[in-house]
């Protein structure tokens, strides 16, 4: 069984920065692809994806401000938040892109 665990969210104020950790469990995690999402009321949005080789994919909302990366030894997949924005409040999941495995979110708030 394939398990996803998100953390790493909490309150900033706008201009701030998190960083999201998706530890994967139950799969060999060097050929997974993975992708963030997040979940407002009424939309879901692909923020960011990186495949097995450490290729990467972002929404045109966060180009410039996220970065996807992958720690293969620790089974770790990041979402490093810079310069955040109101708008970027949501709860953010990870996925196994392709696949019905999610974790369960993790929610970041930020104030403006």
């Known amino acids: 069984q394939v398990q996803l665990v998100e953390s790493g969210g909490g309150l900033v104020q706008a201009g701030g920065s998190l960083r999201l950790s998706c530890v994967v469990s139950g799969s060999t995690f060097s050929p997974l692809a993975i992708g963030w999402y997040r979940q407002a009321p009424g939309k879901r949005e692909l923020v960011a994806t990186i495949?097995?080789?450490?290729?990467?994919n972002y929404a045109d909302s966060v180009k410039g401000r996220f970065t996807i990366s992958r720690d293969n030894a620790k089974n770790t997949v990041y979402l490093q938040m810079n310069s955040l924005k109101p708008e970027d409040t949501s709860a953010y999941y990870c996925?196994?892109?392709?696949?019905?495995?999610w974790g369960q979110g993790t929610q970041v708030t930020v104030s403006s």
């Open positions: 996925q196994v892109l392709g696949t019905i495995y």
């Open positions: 495949s097995s080789g450490g290729s990467t």
